[in-house]
């Protein structure tokens, strides 16, 4: 659990900071363009566009580290209702019995 919690956290983080330097490349691209300078503004959107694209993916790594979570606990809560419920024939076999 732990695990999933620092991987996630880490992907968030790379994600905020992405998204926060694509941000910033915007504004520069919009300096640039009030300049005149076009070829400049047009990199630094280009660029802005590739950090969002790594932000999306990282972002969906955590979504993924999420629903394989949610797969093993749900195993996991399937296994401990099939261990209660062979437990709960059982006692119920014995109780025929008597």
């Known amino acids: ?10 992907l968030h983080d790379k994600v905020a900071h992405l998204l926060e330097v694509a941000a910033q490349m915007h504004h520069d691209a919009a300096k640039q363009c009030r300049f005149g300078n ?7 959107a ?22 394989h979570h949610d797969e093993e606990v749900a195993g996991h809560k399937a296994e401990l209702a099939a261990e ?5 024939a059982k006692h119920a076999a014995k109780a025929a019995e008597k």
């Open 1 to 10: 659990m732990d695990d999933i919690k620092t991987a996630a956290a880490d």
């Open 38 to 44: 076009f070829e400049k503004a047009q990199h630094l």
């Open 46 to 67: 280009t660029s802005a566009g590739e950090a969002y694209a790594v932000a999306n993916r990282h972002a969906l790594e955590a979504v993924d580290a999420y629903r």
């Open 84 to 88: 209660e419920a062979a437990r709960q």
